[in-house]
Nanobody, 118 residues
Framework: QVQLVESGGGLVQPGGSLRLSCVAS????????MGWYRQLPGEQREWVAS???????LYADSVKGRFTISRDIAKNTVYLQMDALKPEDTAVYYC????????????WGQGTQVTVSS
């Protein structure tokens, strides 16, 4: 069972920056991906960004150019650098990882709150 622990959320003003981190207790079989989703109360969880074990970084259109995802594979850690934050980025951010095979299970962190407000 893979456990994911996020950190780095908080309150920031519009235009500010935050960096989220997520550490996995162990890696899933390669190829795999680690990434981030976000969710507002009463809404569906929304994909934000993913980083594959092969070195690809993928982003939702809503965050492209403002967020940067990176991985330290040796440390089983994924980061999300969030710049130029907007109030609409306010959400609970969840770390996620899974293998590339269709039957691979999904693993989720407990979530970290990001609030963008003046």
């Amino acid at each position: 069972q893979v456990q994911l622990v996020e950190s780095g959320g908080g309150l920031v003003q519009p235009g500010g920056s935050l960096r989220l981190s997520c550490v996995a207790s162990q890696s899933v079989h390669s190829p795999n991906s680690m990434g981030w989703y976000r969710q507002l109360p009463g809404e569906q969880r929304e994909w934000v960004a993913s980083a594959t074990s092969g070195g690809m970084a993928l982003y939702a259109d809503s965050v492209k150019g403002r967020f940067t995802i990176s991985r330290d594979i040796a440390k089983n850690t994924v980061y999300l650098q969030m710049d130029a934050l907007k109030p609409e980025d306010t959400a609970v951010y969840y770390c996620h990882t899974r293998g590339a095979r269709a039957e691979s299970p999904h693993y989720w962190g407990q979530g970290t709150q990001v609030t963008v407000s003046s």
